[in-house]
């Protein structure tokens, strides 16, 4: 290395150095208010999770709503219902960034049919407006009528109406409430999508099967899957992360 | 540093002042990791927050071979990394729309580090994750492959190629000032 170069990286050490200098601070008031709010939020959402009832057909679930529930026709319509609860018990407790459970929205009409669909497309932890659901459905207009369709979602939490917001950043009505729509906000704020596993330098989506396993020092999240790929970890082949 | 195990075994017991003495000790590095990471103050502490609640939670899984600090930076990044996902998601949907119904921050950076904060706005994510923590708190190339779950050849290598980036950026900057 010649004395030029060897001078620019000292050069750039030196004001990475800098930049990085820690600051002296007061500590973070990590206070009781704080753990209280965290532990206030999860029983909100665990008393909700314990008032769920759910439906399925054979090919998908059909209806969850807090109240009791039809009981199941087939053994299929039963295996579906109890991987949505499983599901569903995991994602409120920030362990699940996706649903792998099929709905079945044969009864749902065309236009809330469509609308659902929309939602889907809102990423993990992300809101959108009523408005952009309307004009992704191409009916720029129909702003009221896509917050009725929402409102009448037959499977909340697993198709994401929750993640429908007003324009003005408002949270908009909710079929579980106001509150809880915020409590999902928040949970979905601070549960990671990708993780990737240290010891078998796999990356996956929070919430696969391969994660579970997962001791929790083995545990590193991406934020993209090509970013885990950068540094030598493949993505899943179960959960697909990169699809 | 045995010290600090035995800390973390009272924090594990859900002792809160020692909570509050790992809190103190290891505050200001880890919100300079999380403030060069995301940009603004505000982002940081509420980053570190979550990382502090996270090891109050999950202090009896701590496993004692590790160094607190290598722990404590490995729930941290995992945290702004996340934070990182989350703002490139939401940045791409802004641009899209003309609305912009939620908020998009604009960070500022202190002014007489601009050009290099820009500079390392252009470095990916991995690589400039590893330069805070590498500077920051001048930890060795084993803690850095540690704390992210990668070899420490990788370690080298993304280090060098940030670096080598950052000396491309600051060089045009350079050049375009004269």
């Known amino acids: 290395m010649s004395d030029g170069k060897m ?3 000292d050069q750039l050490d030196r004001l990475l150095a800098d930049y990085f200098r820690p600051e002296t601070t007061s500590p973070v008031d990590v206070g009781r208010r704080l753990a209280a709010a965290a532990r206030e939020s999860e029983t909100a959402l665990t008393r909700l999770e314990g008032k769920l009832g759910i439906e399925a057909t054979p090919r998908g679930i059909s209806l969850v709503r807090t109240g009791p529930a039809g009981k199941p026709a087939t053994a299929a319509a039963r295996k579906l ?6 599901e569903i018990h995991e994602y409120l407790r920030g362990q699940r960034a996706f649903f792998r459970v099929p709905v079945d929205l044969v009864a749902v009409p065309d236009f809330q049919r469509k609308v659902l669909e929309a939602a889907r497309l809102i990423p993990f932890g992300e809101a959108r ?10 009916n720029p207009r129909a702003v009221r009528a896509v917050g009725t369709a929402l409102g009448r979602n037959p499977v909340p939490l697993i198709l994401p109406c929750h993640r429908v917001w007003r324009s003005d950043g408002g949270l908009g ?3 579980f409430g106001g509150a809880v729509k915020g409590r999902l906000a928040a949970l979905e704020r601070t549960t990671p999508v990708l993780e990737g596993c240290t010891s078998t330098r796999i990356v996956c989506r929070v919430g696969c099967i391969h994660g579970r396993h997962m001791r929790p020092d083995n545990r590193v999240v991406f934020a993209s899957v090509d970013d885990a790929r950068s540094v030598g970890y493949r993505p899943c082949k179960v959960c697909r992360p990169a699809a | 540093m045995d010290a600090e195990r035995e800390l973390m075994e009272r924090v594990a017991r859900g002792d809160q002042g020692a909570f509050g003495d790992l809190a103190q000790r290891y505050s200001g590095k880890l919100l300079t990791v999380a403030g060069r990471l995301l940009g603004s103050r505000a982002d940081a502490e509420d980053a570190v927050q979550r990382a502090f609640l996270q090891c109050y939670a999950g202090a009896a ?19 702004c990394v996340d934070e990182l996902r989350r703002r490139a998601t939401r940045t791409a949907y802004d641009e899209r729309s003309a609305a912009r119904p939620l908020s998009s921050s604009n960070h500022r950076p202190p002014d007489a580090y601009l050009d290099l904060h820009r500079a390392l706005e252009r470095v ?3 690589a400039r994750v590893l330069l805070a923590l590498r500077y920051v708190d001048g930890l060795s190339y084993g803690e850095l492959a540690r704390i992210r779950g990668i070899t420490i050849n990788t370690v080298k290598s993304q280090l060098a190629r940030g670096k080598a980036l950052l000396r491309d950026e600051l060089g045009k900057r350079g050049a375009g000032h004269e």
Not at chain 1, 81 to 86: D, H, I, K, S, V
Not at chain 2, 61 to 79: F, K
């Open chain 1, 7 to 9: 001078q620019a990286q």
């Open chain 1, 81 to 86: 219902t109890e991987q949505a609860r499983e």
């Open chain 1, 173 to 175: 009505g909710y079929i």
């Open chain 2, 124 to 126: 990916p994510r991995e």
């Open chain 2, 61 to 79: 899984g701590y496993n004692p071979q590790w160094a607190v600090s290598t722990w404590l930076y490995r729930i941290l990044t995992n945290v």
């Open chain 1, 129 to 138: 407006p009523y408005a952009w659901i309307a004009s992704r459905i191409g």
